[in-house]
């Protein structure tokens, strides 16, 4: 039979003139490629059409889309499993689909490009070689830890067998992506080539077929039962430090796996299946699909135009303009940096320089992020920038003076934006003749780690620039969440609530110990004052003074103490603590285990509150972008599911009185809000 005359909706078959077959999956109607099971059922019908064709010399998996490879599984299908012995069933059928593929007695072959993740990454796994192409977006990646389970189709057996215990266990553990580098120092690839070379290679394996890596002498000593159990210990010890059993089991269950039955005996993948299957109706499990589906939603602001920032101009080189530019120029955008501090645009430029080191590490790479970063006092580059973005200090009076300078010699078709984190879009934009042009594109610190980033629509934004905003954002690779103009926005209205309690219990001589043990306890990665002295004191005190109430007179009154002291937090090394090196020193003296509980409960009202009056002033129009905002932008605990997710888990009564308490007013005034009607 010639396979290339058989035809299949999501794949495309074509044999060449030297008996290579090249299988591509293109999956129509869609950016990514999924493994959707009527992908997986197309597969299983092309292994067997590989395997009646005699004259067939090896196969080659490659994707038709430029996008990436395979991004995984198809999440919506997991999502909507709820029986696991169904799970388990789907699970063991895509184990022995892709054991058929290792099982071909001629090579195959998987071209890399682009991202590969999830179960495209467990497919890889089961083919004889593995080529990846040296472009920035190639990366490897098993991150299903991250939705609550683990490799399904046999990726945490395979992984071991390829990798060793050590380094394959660490690959699933941490569901971190390798670049193409990376991962042919690790061993998960054969071979790093140029794009225009990925053809070239797949056929040079399948032709000359080099030898097939095979699990070292010290690796099966690893798969020694005893050995297993002693570096199973280790493997949790390392785990406990980062996340809880409760919280998170999937790692745990990954190891206990291994520890059980090894990944050398095929019984291995049929104990992954069924502790998939297991991990399918957890808690967890749910809430963090949840989260993937909130992810996507943002993802999918700004769909509806194509716009592309090649250059964008920064005003303001300090620590967020600097690392604003930073982040930027590594996704490939060309900076020009204005600032009249030669020394602040220095630090903004060795930052830079620090940043492209640690996340792409090729000198070749760090060189050209270098290069797209263009120091520019003089401003010169407003003039021909896609999108300008204002990072000066709080100042009104400044930002109006740098606005009409912007407006004067920007390009009439650039996005003016600017990054306020207190200030009204309205009072920055009466100084534009055309204040339509003006949207707030407003991060958050760290610029590098945190995923989110609010996109502003004041009372006059364009809604095509606002959504030009949200684009840009997801070109580099944050997540856009549309708010509308309001004292703090979203995310530091919500968080304003947490620092609150905070400093209410500090105000009334609580020890900095218990206040962020309670956080802690809460699930956010640091308590309040730590997080406030991340964020800086004087941003904190810039937010509360656009607020009302006598919450924010507290806030003020501690954080001007600070302040007035020259104690702005981290940036300053000293804050609510004093920072080495960039950590903080902690006290030795251990919490009140009680005081910390009562504490909690009071944080966690302060977010709720707060975020509700979020949704009743109409900040945001649903639950899921306050849910998006809680998780994305402050950290609140993915393995809830986000705040107001967490909170409809509780008595809907007994959270409205604690709620009326809180508030000091009758319940009815809670259980009639609009916020309320929505939760419920």
């Known amino acids: 039979m010639n396979t290339a005359t058989k035809s299949y909706k999501n794949w495309s078959l074509q044999e060449d003139d ?11 109607h869609t950016t990514a490629n999924t493994l959707s099971f009527a992908v997986l059922q197309e597969l299983a019908d092309i292994v067997e059409t590989i395997k009646a064709n005699t004259q067939c010399r090896g196969v080659v998996f490659i994707s038709g889309k430029s996008s990436g490879f395979i991004a995984g599984a198809d999440v919506k299908e997991i999502a909507a499993v709820e029986d696991a012995n169904a799970a388990i069933s789907h699970m063991r059928q895509v184990q022995t689909l892709f054991s058929q593929i290792e099982a071909l007695s001629i090579p195959v072959v998987a071209a890399i490009h682009g991202f ?26 098993l991150p299903e830890v991250k939705l609550g389970i683990h490799p399904g189709f046999g990726g945490s057996v395979r992984a071991v067998r390829l990798l060793g215990a050590i380094a394959g266990m660490n690959f699933v553990l941490e569901g971190r992506g390798v670049d193409a580098q990376q991962a042919k120092h690790l061993g998960l690839v054969d071979d790093v080539v140029p794009l225009r070379e990925l053809r070239r290679a797949a056929a040079y394996y399948i032709e000359h077929q080099p030898k097939v890596k095979k699990m070292s002498w010290v690796h099966k000593i ?30 745990y269950a990954v190891i206990d796996n291994w520890v059980n039955v090894g990944a050398v005996e095929e019984k291995a993948f049929a104990v992954e299946a069924e502790s998939v299957g297991r991990l399918l109706s957890t808690t967890t499990c749910r809430n963090l699909l949840h989260v993937f589906s909130l992810q996507e939603k943002l993802k999918a602001a700004g769909k509806e135009v194509d716009f592309k920032v090649q250059h964008i101009h ?28 030669a020394e602040a645009l220095g630090s903004a430029v060795a930052r830079t320089y620090e940043l492209a080191k640690r996340l792409l590490k090729q000198n070749h790479l760090i060189q050209a992020t270098m290069d797209r970063l263009c120091p520019d006092a003089a401003g010169d580059g407003i003039a021909y920038a896609d999108l300008i973005l204002e990072a000066a200090v709080e100042n009104l009076a400044l930002k109006h003076d740098i606005f009409k300078k ?5 390009r009439m078709d650039a996005v003016l934006a600017t990054n306020t984190s207190s200030l009204g879009l309205a009072d920055i ?25 609010e996109v502003v629509r004041g009372k006059h934004t364009d809604k095509m620039i606002a959504a030009y905003a949200a684009s ?25 609530g947490y620092f609150a309690e905070a400093f209410k219990a500090l105000n009334a001589g609580e020890s900095i110990e218990v206040i962020d043990a309670a956080g802690r306890r809460l699930g956010m990665p640091m308590g ?11 941003v904190c005190l810039a937010v509360s003074e656009h607020l009302i109430g006598k919450e924010a007179a507290l806030a003020q009154t501690v954080l001007r103490a600070k302040i007035d002291k020259g104690e702005l937090g981290r940036k300053t090394q000293k804050g609510f603590y004093v920072y080495v090196k960039g950590k903080p020193v902690r006290s030795k003296e251990k919490a009140d285990p009680q005081k910390v509980i009562v504490l909690e409960r009071q944080l966690f009202l302060g977010l709720l509150s707060r975020a509700l009056l979020c949704l009743d002033e109409a900040i945001v129009n649903s639950i899921d972008l306050v849910d998006a905002g809680t998780i994305f932008g402050m950290g609140f605990p993915p393995f809830q599911g986000g705040l107001l997710h967490y909170a409809k888990t509780m008595d809907k009564q007994n959270l409205a009185k604690e709620l009326a308490v809180y508030r000091n007013v009758p319940i009815q005034e809670i259980e009639s809000s609009s916020a309320w009607k929505l939760l419920w």
């Open 429 to 453: 934009g009466s100084v534009l003749a055309q204040p339509q042009r003006l949207v707030g594109i407003h991060f958050f610190n760290p610029v590098a780690r945190m995923p989110l980033v």
């Open 406 to 410: 912007i407006e004067a010699h920007a």
């Open 528 to 538: 309040p004052l730590e997080l406030a002295d991340q964020v800086g004191l004087d």
């Open 18 to 28: 030297r008996h290579i077959l090249w299988v591509a999956l293109d999956v129509p």
């Open 116 to 141: 590969c993740l999830g179960g495209g990454t467990e497919l890889v796994l089961a083919c004889h070689y593995r080529i990846a192409t040296n472009e920035r977006h190639t990366t490897i990646a």
């Open 472 to 496: 840009f954002v997801k070109q580099i690779k944050k997540l856009p969440l549309l708010v509308e103009d309001a004292p703090g926005f979203l995310v530091n209205q919500i968080v304003g």
């Open 222 to 251: 690893m798969e020694i039962s005893f050995v297993r159990h002693l570096l199973g210990s280790l493997f949790k010890k390392k785990l406990a430090a980062k996340v809880k059993i409760d919280q998170y089991p999937a790692p």
């Open 314 to 341: 920064i005003i303001g080189a300090g620590v967020m303009g600097g690392d604003i530019a930073a982040w930027c120029a590594v996704q490939g955008i060309k900076v020009t940096l204005q600032d009249p501090s």
